[in-house]
């Protein structure tokens, strides 16, 4: 199992990116989807998760101006980014809790895609 991520880059103070993130493999099924981010010298933190079933939530500080969604069908997760801020930037990672058929059968892992750079200009 595979988590791909792409978009990404540069925008303007007030500008908007789209992330998504997609899964391949021997995939069962996709639980809780997630995107964190990491400045330079900061922690890594959760911006916005979606369940399931597509219930959504977010971090204060992206709350109006990030949307999550997920295509099931798809296996792909995405980040709408709007009204972006100069402290939006950071390197953006894709996580799922995926159901994975293996050689022992059904296991559950937690998954990470590359890390992408959002950069936001001011």
């Given at each position: 199992?595979?988590?791909?991520?792409?978009?990404?880059?540069l925008?303007?103070?007030?500008?908007?990116?789209?992330?998504?993130?997609t899964?391949?493999?021997?995939?069962?099924?996709?639980?809780d989807?997630a995107?964190?981010?990491?400045?330079?010298?900061?922690?890594?933190?959760?911006?916005?998760?979606?369940?399931?079933?597509?219930r959504?939530?977010?971090?204060?500080?992206?709350?109006?101006?990030?949307?999550?969604?997920?295509?099931?069908?798809?296996?792909?997760?995405?980040?709408?980014?709007?009204?972006?801020?100069?402290?939006?930037?950071?390197?953006?990672?894709?996580?799922?809790?995926?159901?994975?058929?293996?050689?022992?059968?059904?296991?559950?892992?937690?998954?990470?895609?590359?890390?992408?750079q959002?950069?936001?200009?001011?």
């Open positions: 199992v595979q988590l791909q991520a792409s978009g990404g880059g925008a303007q103070n007030g500008g908007s990116l789209r992330l998504s993130c899964a391949s493999g021997s995939i069962v099924s996709i639980n989807m995107w964190y981010r990491q400045a330079p010298e900061k922690q890594r933190e959760l911006v916005s998760v979606i369940t399931s079933g597509g959504p939530n977010y971090v204060d500080s992206v709350k109006g101006r990030f949307t999550i969604s997920r295509d099931n069908a798809k296996n792909t997760m995405y980040l709408q980014m709007n009204s972006l801020k100069p402290e939006d930037t950071a390197v953006y990672y894709c996580n799922a809790e995926i159901d994975f058929s293996g050689p022992l059968g059904v296991g559950t892992l937690n998954y990470w895609g590359q890390g992408i959002v950069t936001v200009s001011s």
